[in-house]
């Protein structure tokens, strides 16, 4: 059966690269997929990515918060629920997780705020079956990201964070996966992007009977 797959993690970790192989390979395998992404997989979206990431407006956490959450609602209800009922998989570049430990934990709203209630208010109804965590230190995120950036892709909002930033985010992915074991596969992702990929393809194959 089709499923809805997160692919999360810190910038860098390499999230987008295994989306796309992974994507390549199951349609190989004659699936339909979807290959989206949080923020920006809605025309809306795309609108609210830009003010998010794009660096003109600094919005207070609270309102970050809120407009990754309609980004989300509108991209479910638009996109993914369509999609699933449809029988087509669905790849997803960010989800919830990067909510919870982007703009709960690492903006400090977790002390004034129990979120579960809004990110399933947000979901609506569409909890992924499995979700791709890609483990790595933060250094080795931060030189991938420079090389990207060395070959032409501008670094957005988020990636500019402060590094104290992003090891809260780094600490609270790793909080999220121990809470989420049934669901979240945490993968090594330092390791070559081959040997990744084959471990996803192995773990898709395996958990989900391809
Ligand atoms: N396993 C790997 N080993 C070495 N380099 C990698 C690996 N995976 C990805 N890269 C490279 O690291 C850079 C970042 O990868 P990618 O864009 O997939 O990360 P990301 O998690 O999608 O980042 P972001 O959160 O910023 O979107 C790219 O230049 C990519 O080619
Ligand atoms: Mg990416």
């Given at each position: 059966m089709n499923q809805l797959i997160t692919f999360e993690g810190a910038d860098g970790c390499g999230k987008s690269t295994q989306l796309q192989l992974t994507t390549a390979w199951l349609r190989h395998q004659g699936k339909?997929?979807?290959?989206?992404?949080?923020?920006?997989?809605?025309?809306?979206g795309v609108e609210i990515r830009r003010l998010l990431l794009s660096g003109e407006f600094t919005p207070i956490p609270e309102c970050e918060l809120l407009m990754f959450l309609a980004d989300r609602a509108q991209h479910v209800k638009e996109v993914i629920q369509p999609a699933l009922q449809a029988g087509v998989w669905v790849l997803c570049d960010r989800y919830s997780d990067s909510t919870l430990a982007y703009q709960l934990a690492a903006r400090g709203l977790d002390e004034k705020l129990d979120l579960t209630a809004m990110l399933a208010f947000a979901e609506a109804g569409c909890v992924p079956h499995q979700t791709f965590w890609f483990d790595v230190s933060i250094e080795t995120a931060m030189l991938r990201l420079e090389k990207r950036q060395q070959s032409g892709e501008p670094s957005n909002r988020l990636d500019d964070?402060?590094?104290?930033?992003?090891?809260?985010?780094?600490?609270?992915?790793?909080?999220?996966?121990?809470?989420?074991?049934?669901?979240?596969?945490?993968?090594?992702?330092?390791?070559?992007?081959?040997?990744?990929?084959?471990?996803?393809?192995?773990?898709?194959?395996?958990?989900?009977?391809?």
């Open positions: 339909q997929v979807l290959q989206t992404k949080q923020p920006g997989g809605t025309p809306l964070e402060a590094m104290a930033f992003h090891q809260r985010v780094h600490q609270a992915f790793g909080y999220i996966y121990q809470a989420n074991q049934e669901r979240m596969i945490r993968l090594d992702a330092s390791a070559s992007i081959e040997t990744i990929q084959q471990q996803i393809q192995q773990i898709i194959q395996k958990k989900i009977r391809c």
